[in-house]
């Protein structure tokens, strides 16, 4: 199993920056593609960004691309989510993933979850 603990969230203004982190424990971190989703009330789950073994290869959502960046630490077994520039909309709860395959990240989602953390913008 792997266990995903999500933190860094908080309330912020339109314009700042948050770092969010995933802990991961379990098996073996550096074996695995992780990724970011987020969900708003009333709102689908949304890809956000995700990123494969060795920080890398990155992708990226087109609402995010050029305010969001994702990297990965393997020796800490963390994973950031730098956000910059953050809107309103941005206001979602953030949960990290787990895969072992990067089709399944950007097409499907992870086969482990963190609990998330919140992210709340406001104007």
């Known amino acids: 199993q792997v266990q995903l603990v999500e933190s860094g969230g908080g309330l912020v203004q339109a314009g700042d920056s948050l770092r969010l982190s995933c802990a991961a424990s379990g098996r073996t971190f550096s074996s695995y593609t992780m990724g970011w989703f987020r969900q708003a009330p009333g709102k689908e789950r949304e890809f956000v960004a995700a990123i494969g073994w060795s920080e890398g290869p990155t992708y990226y959502a087109d609402s995010v691309k050029g305010r969001f960046f994702i990297s990965r630490d393997n020796a800490k077994n963390t994973v950031y989510l730098q956000m910059n520039s953050l809107k309103p909309e941005d206001s979602a709860v953030y949960s990290c993933?787990?895969?072992?395959?990067?089709?399944?990240?950007?097409?499907?989602?992870?086969?482990?979850w963190g609990q998330g953390t919140q992210v709340t913008v406001s104007s």
């Open positions: 993933a787990a895969a072992l395959s990067m089709n399944v990240i950007l097409r499907f989602g992870g086969n482990y």
